[in-house]
Every structure is written in C-alpha cells, then in structure tokens.
C-alpha cells in the first residue's frame, strides 16, 4: 500500500490519518466522509513558497480553490500565507465570508456576469484575470460606474498543448478560454486595456491543463509568452509586472502515475524563465502560480462502508459502497483511476479483485474498476486515497444522496468543517404545488 502523508497504522492495525483512527471517523461522523490530511497542505504550501524563496525569484502561490472550497480551507490557506484563485461568485463569497484578505484573491473565469465583477470590485479583490474581449468592455464600464480601477492581468492562449485528459486540457488554440497569443487577439487585448484608464495592466496569465507530468509544456508556454513581452516592451513600453503560469502540476493517483515533487515543478520552469528572461533582456517578474490538486489532491481521502456485493461468474465481482458519483463524479466524467484499501485491516493481504461500485442508479457509477483487495464484509470501511481535488468541489445531489461529511485531521485531532447534508437540507429550496389548482383547466 502506497501511504499519503501521515497515513500509518495504529496498533490495532487501523488506516489512520493526521493520528487519528478511520474507523473511529467512520463511526463518530458517519460515511461517506472526506478526510483531510491538514499537516500535507500545510507541508506542500510552504515547499511552493520556499521554493521561490530559494531561488530568489518574488512570487504569490494562489491556491485554486476550485479544488476544493470551503471556510475552514479558505482560512487555512490564509493561515499559510498564500494567495487565492476564485472562479465564480460562490468562491469570491466564501472567500470572504472566511475573512480571506481580498487584496490577495484573484478572479478568474471566461463569463464573469456583471453582478460578481460588481462583487469582486466592491470588495476591491487584488486582480482580475481577464478572459475575452466582452470582459474587457464590461470591467471597463463598471469600474467607470463604480468611479474604481481594476488591476488585471491578460490570460492568453499559448497553443500548447499539454499531455491529458481532454477535457481538463486549456492551453490549446482552440480552447475556450483567453485571448490567443498567436492569431493577434492577444495583442489586440493588450493594447485595449492600456489605453484604458479603468485598468492596471499588470501582465499575462496561462493555464494550460491540469494532472500534467512534464514541465515541457510549461516551459514551452513561458517561452511564447516572454517573446511577446519583449516584442510589447519595444512596442508599446510595456512591462509586465507579473507573469502567471497557472497551475496544472500532476499528482499520483495510482502507481502507474509518476509525477515530479510539487516544489520540483517550480524549481524547473522558474529556472528556465530566468533563462529566459535573461536572454531577452526583461527584467524577472513576480511569478504567480496556481496550484489546485497538487495543494489538495492526495490529502483527502474518503472513506465509505462497504455494502452488498454481486458475482457475476467468471466475469467480474461488483462490490457496492455508500457513496459514488454523487460525492466523487472524476471516475465517471474522466475515466479517473484510484487505489483503495480495506481500512480496518489495510495491511491485510489483497486476496481477490472487485469493482467498487457507487449507489446511484447509474451503470456508470463506478468508482474503482478491478481494484485488488483484502478480505472483507458489509460494514467495512474503505478507503479511497487521493479524492483532495475535485471530489467534494463536484459532489452534488443526484439521486438526492446528501453530500458527505468533511473533517479536518492533524496532531491526533479531528474537527467536523462541513457538515453532513440532511435530508431537510435537499428539499430547502423546494416549493409545493400548492400554487397551483389541481386538476387546473386546459
Ligand atoms: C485558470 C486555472 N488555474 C488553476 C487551476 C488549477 O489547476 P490544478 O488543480 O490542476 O493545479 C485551474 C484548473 O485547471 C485553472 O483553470
Ligand atoms: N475537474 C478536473 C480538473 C479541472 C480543472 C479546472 N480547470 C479534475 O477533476 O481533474
């Protein structure tokens, strides 16, 4: 068994996490339950943060909350000292309500509605990310509304494109996001907002994927956009303050996944970056990052009790736990692959083969395909590794199951930061029909 951070087992032969016991989670908070390994988010922003220290290199680490937001995430991130990425209103909100210094949020997205641009500059966040030519028209005129200006960054397109999945891929030129870098758009974008009084241009942002293992496609990015700077510099006296490389850093979620250290990332690209910069005569900029999984991804686990099984003969063996697509819908939107072991007796010998299966009406609520496991029985726990990113961020509701407990650990400590939804909590927002007549005329 592969151990995530302070995973152990105790003397009684139990997974445990940040000290504590699984099953005494599973017992005190219920299942499905999302834990948090605190101390290895604590240890991988301070690697980020020293990294760039070492290196000499001004930097902001923004944590994209996308992975996962909550308050007490928010506020640990604080406690860190990192920046944060928001995507949505929700985001900014939660921010917020978590007492996050807004002078260090960063606001992204590509349809920015004018009510969270009018948030966002009410709470006079640090800097918007700005996405397409629509955005720039519309910050432009509510920052004039709001008598205020925006400081921004441009978030172009590199046409690179970065090794994974499909659907997590966004650096490529045909992409939904930025202004291209090659087609002119960007260029286009650049000399809009600098003749704008509403904005602070304060240079470029890419992001070219997520779950990538190489530093190339990073480095490939860099080296596009710090020929545009050279080549603005000259052209229109440009200098950006600020380059942002996004985030994107890979994680091992099974054995077949081999990815660099999080620090080690860093270490490589912003090497090449000063090269960079050197040989085009610019002076380093603040590098800003934005890691999202390589924060969360592999201190979260998640825990579920395992229920009814089926054989199918000389075919497979189904094994169902209390969750699936509902709190962790990555297996079936992107074929996403885990490791999982019997939590009461991970040690145990793994003796058979089973799918794990998720209690949703679904064919394709499978959580774990032919995933070799030890002995085991109806209320067993078992626990999934890696599910810190993007797994309760895109829990929802279908079938109506409530989303899961989540809990912090660390020190032996175990505290409840989001509740379990209730059953009351699904039909809160729901409205008899009373309004209506029955059988109303046609
Ligand atoms: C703009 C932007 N920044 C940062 C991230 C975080 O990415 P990751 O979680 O892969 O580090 C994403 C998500 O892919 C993103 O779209
Ligand atoms: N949700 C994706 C990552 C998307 C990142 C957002 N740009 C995942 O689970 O892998």
Redesign the pocket.
């Known amino acids: 068994m592969h151990f995530y951070g302070t995973s152990s087992v105790n003397e009684k032969g139990h997974l445990t996490i940040g000290g504590v016991d699984t099953i005494d989670l599973a017992k005190d908070f219920g299942t499905p339950l999302y834990v948090y390994d605190i101390h290895l988010i604590r240890q991988r922003a301070r690697g980020f943060k020293d990294t760039f220290e070492r290196l000499g290199v001004s930097s902001q680490v923004a944590y994209?909350s996308?992975?996962f937001s909550s308050i007490a995430m928010i506020q640990l991130i604080e406690q860190e000292g990192l920046s944060l990425d928001v995507v949505s209103g929700g985001e900014l909100y939660t921010a917020l309500k978590a007492g996050f210094n807004p002078e260090k949020i960063h606001f992204h997205g590509n349809n920015k509605s004018p009510e969270e641009i009018a948030m966002a500059l009410d709470a006079d966040i640090g800097c918007f990310v700005v996405d397409n030519f629509y955005e720039i028209e519309l910050l432009s005129r509510i920052c004039k509304e709001k008598a205020k200006q925006a400081s921004i960054l441009l978030r172009v397109t590199p046409g690179i494109e970065a090794h994974t999945?499909d659907?997590?891929l966004?650096g490529q030129e045909d992409s939904k996001f930025g202004f291209d870098l090659q087609n002119g758009q960007a260029e286009e974008a650049l000399q809009k907002t600098l003749d704008d009084q509403s904005f602070k241009v304060l240079g470029l942002h890419c992001?070219i994927g997520?779950?990538i293992f190489e530093t190339t496609g990073f480095i490939m990015a860099a080296e596009k956009m710090i020929e545009k700077m050279a080549d603005w510099k000259v052209k229109y006296h440009f200098s950006a303050e600020v380059l942002n490389l996004g985030g994107g850093f890979g994680i091992r979620y099974t054995k077949e996944d081999e990815p660099l250290a999080p620090a080690k990332y860093v270490e490589d690209i912003i090497t090449e970056v000063k090269m960079l910069m050197d040989k085009h005569q610019l002076a380093m900029p603040e590098i800003w990052i934005e890691p999202?999984?390589s924060l969360t991804g592999d201190a979260g686990t998640t825990l579920y009790s395992v229920g009814s099984s089926k054989h199918v003969p000389e075919v497979r063996n189904y094994l169902a736990v209390d969750g699936g697509m509902s709190d962790n819908i990555?297996p079936a939107?992107?074929n996403?692959r885990y490791e999982a072991v019997i939590a009461n007796r991970p040690d145990a010998k793994a003796e058979t083969v089973v799918s794990i299966a998720g209690k949703c009406c679904e064919s394709g609520d499978m959580l774990i395909w032919d995933l070799p496991i030890s002995e085991h029985q109806p209320g067993d726990v078992l626990a999934v590794f890696c599910t810190g990113?993007?797994g309760y961020a895109?829990a929802n509701n279908y079938n109506r199951i409530p989303r899961p407990a989540v809990v912090f650990v660390e020190d032996g400590r175990a505290e409840l930061v989001i509740e379990r939804e209730s059953y009351e909590d699904l039909i809160k927002h729901d409205r008899s029909l009373s309004r209506f007549k029955e059988g109303s005329e046609r």
């Open positions: 994209a996308k992975a999945h659907y997590i966004t992001h997520s779950q999202g999984r990555r939107l992107y996403a990113a993007y895109m």
